[in-house]
């Protein structure tokens, strides 16, 4: 970045919420001025061929012109639009990729698991930096989970796995049944898709873990919320809420009071991979 001011923006089209930063850059640092999410859940609408159905591309599409309009004075130079899990596996990408760049007015980049979990280790770089301890950063997003083990800016392992909350919720939770033998299933389900990385991950080994997506944030919300928690997520809290959660039953009747509406329908999925994390 040079030592001039000019706006920079990055652009982030995640499975499950698409994401825009505006910033500032003043005599090297920035200074994000404009921070805009919409929940998309562009994982939700792939079907059963996996393409994009016209309603999920819709609702993308008219997100992306109002992040257009935001982005137009800005230098294309300046800015770097993303595509991550769902764009990689849609059968259909390049032909809504072509009217996604049309929609933002820049060309997107569908970018690889591995590059999407270094980004995302930077950003947790930047924004907590820790150049002592090794650093296990996991961020489940709504088609993939993306684990990064690191220290300082630099990240030793990247891994990006294809289990997400909306892929999840929407393959085990569909008819919106909370229960403790589709938990079970999940859970066989993710401990057989972390085989593949879990022996290198653990002889590395790691300080302190990281989530950094709203899913984690969530379910963090919710512990403290509800009063399984005081600061984190802790194994009696995911205890607390899983228990909860079968109790209640139905994704519908679920009601913690800092549980947002667009979280709800991905939240039990998340939960459930949460605990086949730690």
């Known amino acids: 970045m040079s030592d001039t001011n000019e706006t920079y923006a990055a ?19 920035a200074l994000i001025v404009d921070r805009i999410k919409e929940m998309v859940r562009l994982a939700g609408g792939l079907d059963e061929n996996r393409r994009i159905t016209d309603n ?59 590059e999407e979990a270094r980004l995302i280790y930077i950003g947790v770089a930047n924004t907590i930096f820790n150049d002592t301890d090794n650093r ?31 892929s999840i919720s929407k393959h085990f939770f569909s008819d919106g049944e909370i229960t403790a033998k589709k938990m079970r299933k999940v859970r066989i389900a993710a401990l057989q898709e972390l085989e593949s990385i879990q022996g290198i991950y653990r002889h590395y080994g790691w300080d302190k873990a990281i989530g950094t997506s709203g899913t ?19 194994p009696d ?15 519908d009747d679920i009601n913690f009071k800092d549980l947002s509406a667009n979280r709800l329908p991905v939240f039990v999925g998340g939960v459930v991979m949460i605990i086949c994390h730690r």
């Open 136 to 166: 296990l950063v996991v961020d489940i997003g709504g088609g993939s989970t993306e684990f990064i083990i690191g220290k300082g800016f630099d990240s030793a392992l990247t891994e990006s796995l294809f289990m997400g909350c909306v």
């Open 237 to 251: 809290s995911l205890s607390e809420i899983k228990k909860a959660l079968i109790s209640i039953g139905k994704i």
């Open 56 to 114: 999920a591309g819709d609702v993308a599409l008219q997100c992306l012109e109002k992040f257009g309009q935001r982005i137009q004075s800005i230098p294309a130079a300046n800015i770097r639009a993303v595509g991550t899990n769902t764009l990689r596996q849609a059968r259909n990408g390049v032909e809504f990729l072509s009217k996604a760049n049309a929609a933002l007015g820049h060309n997107i980049e569908i970018i690889s698991g591995r």
């Open 216 to 234: 984690i944030r969530a379910i963090r919300d919710v512990g403290i919320g509800e009063g399984w928690s005081d600061s984190a997520i802790t």
């Open 11 to 29: 652009v982030d089209l995640g499975s499950n919420s698409f994401h825009m930063v505006v910033a500032n850059v003043v005599d090297g640092r």
